[in-house]
């Protein structure tokens, strides 16, 4: 549903002159907006550009939410920070965006900002413990059948099956299965396991646009958001985690950990799915039917993600993405035309695997360099891992001695206020379940986030704008339309 051209274009705002006579929209009461990621923040911008009053009640101490760059993080936080070399932005959430012709896209545009594509033709695939090219891959009769299968995921649309049933049913060899693993369950944020395969495919066919892969070439995605939404942050309330929401009352009663409590006329939910599926925000009265149910079957699970530093980049230069090795769904390499050095590996595990990385704390590290030995070594009797031999390590100052490898990891099922990756839909959901968890209630209570995203693109900031611009179209004509 974009707003390009509507009547709410927030960018019809920047035309307006010192002489204006007043906001677009006279509104004596104001928003509340809990969660200042991607959506509260652009739901805010819109609203604050309409000339309508907002406040932004985030738990965590800083904005962006998911979105979430090294360049900003505190040292006493990731103490490795020094020592990391890598002359591109560290991102520990989202860095990928997929479409030039994308909300975030067209903001990137609009900024002038340099970004790097990352083709599928850069891609390696595993199977067997060999990383490969498609066209390495050849004539090899499994690595066609899964490709077929990833490439025809929008046919299952309307599938009640897990993505691994429909694997399965399809006949594809096991060979592959950890293939399509890294290229479907992992992808949307959880495993082929617990994913529906249906609801993956409506997506895939709801989502437009010219479908590149990009990242920022210099600039962080933080401060992206920082930048963009600069005119919003003198209304963001950091460190102040809103524990109900009294929607009955009026106006609404926001109450925060601490027991203090604010008003709002009208209030925009925009926390992770898992805030809201654990309870922790209580809704009074309780959220109706519509939404329970709905939110039963959209899930939102474990996600690991880790940066590691190389001396040398012993997975080809040209690679872009390595998909679908047994224990690490997908490796990065981060550095693809955007770097001289080009020898950092950024992986990102969701779903049960996550879940293993999670319980290991520090000592995940090993686990994945050895993961990684098994991909690439000197093929010898005795292999030596090529993970273990390059990854850069630290050195004792007085022995010179190498210590411990140089990395940084974030564990986002245990985040405060996030606990987990991002939304997917169970086996049997529709993306009528996430319009359902969206539908505002009774002109007051209102729902955005990726989870709520319809347009295809949930689990991705751009899932998360385009919530947004819906939001915002709901509140402002529940101002100029009420019930
Ligand atoms: C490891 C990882 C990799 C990812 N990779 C990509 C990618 O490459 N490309 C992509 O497009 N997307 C990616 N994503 C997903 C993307 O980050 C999210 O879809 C998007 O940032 C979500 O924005 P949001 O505003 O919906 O939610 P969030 O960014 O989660 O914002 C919600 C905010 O609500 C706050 N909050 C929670 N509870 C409360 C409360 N009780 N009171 C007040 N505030 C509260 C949170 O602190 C948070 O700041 C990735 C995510 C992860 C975890």
């Not at 099956?161 to 399809?170: F, G, K, L, P, R």
């Not at 989502?207 to 920082?226: A, F, S, Y």
């Not at 947004?468 to 529940?478: I, P, Y």
Request: glycine content about 12%; some cysteine.
């Amino acid at each position: 549903m974009g707003m390009a051209g509507g009547w709410l274009l927030p960018s019809l705002f920047t035309q307006c002159t010192p002489n204006d006579p007043g906001p677009e929209i006279n509104y004596a009461g104001s928003v509340a907006i809990i969660g200042a990621g991607a959506a509260g923040l652009y739901a805010a911008d819109i609203l604050r550009s309409k000339g309508i009053k907002v406040t932004i009640y985030e738990a965590g101490t800083q904005i962006g939410g998911r979105v979430k760059s090294l360049r900003n993080q505190p040292v006493t936080a990731y103490p490795n920070i020094p020592l990391m070399s890598s002359d591109f932005p560290l991102e520990l959430g989202a860095d990928t965006f997929i479409g030039t012709d994308s909300i975030l896209g067209k903001i990137v545009q609009d900024y002038r900002l340099a970004t790097t594509e990352f083709p599928a033709s850069a891609n390696h695939y595993v199977i067997d413990n060999t990383a490969y090219s498609a066209t390495d891959w050849g004539g090899d009769p499994d690595f066609a059948a899964a490709m077929a299968f990833r490439q025809n995921l929008k046919s299952l649309a309307g599938s009640s099956q897990s993505v691994q049933q429909e694997i399965v049913a399809a006949g594809i060899s096991t060979r592959a299965h950890s293939l399509l693993n890294g290229t479907i369950g992992n992808l949307y944020g959880a495993d082929n396991d617990l994913a529906g395969a249906g609801a993956l495919g409506e997506a895939e066919t709801l989502r437009t646009g010219d479908g590149k892969v990009l990242v920022l070439t210099g600039n962080p995605l933080q401060e992206l958001l920082i930048s963009r939404f600069n005119g919003v942050l003198p209304s963001v309330k950091l460190g102040t985690p809103i524990t109900s929401i009294q929607y009955g009352a009026d106006p609404v009663v926001l109450t925060a950990q601490d027991g203090s409590t604010f008003e709002a006329n009208k209030v925009i939910v925009t926390v992770p799915v898992s805030i809201l599926k654990n309870g922790g925000i209580t809704f009074s009265p309780g959220l109706p039917g519509t939404h329970t149910g709905s939110l039963a079957k959209i899930g939102m699970g474990a996600s690991f993600r880790a940066i590691i530093e190389f001396k040398r980049n012993f997975w080809g230069e040209s690679v872009g993405f390595i998909f679908g090795s047994t224990n690490v769904p997908e490796f990065m390499s981060m550095g693809l035309n955007r770097s001289v050095f080009n020898a950092t590996l950024q992986v990102t595990v969701n779903g049960a695997k996550a879940a293993t990385y999670s319980s290991l704390g520090d000592g995940a590290i090993d686990a994945l360099l050895a993961d990684l030995d098994l991909l690439y070594n000197d093929k010898a009797p005795n292999p030596v891992g090529y993970g273990t031999k390059y990854v850069r390590r630290k050195v004792d100052p007085v022995t010179l001695a190498e210590t411990d490898p140089i990395y940084v990891m974030e564990d986002w099922t245990v985040r405060e206020h996030i606990l987990g990756g991002y939304s997917y839909p169970l086996p049997g959901a529709t993306n009528d379940d996430r319009k359902n968890i969206g539908q505002p209630i009774n002109g007051k209570l209102f729902f955005a986030g990726e989870a709520t995203d319809i347009t295809g693109n949930s689990g991705m900031v751009n899932g998360a704008l385009a919530s947004a611009e819906r939001v915002a179209e709901e509140v402002v004509k529940s101002i100029l339309e009420p019930a």
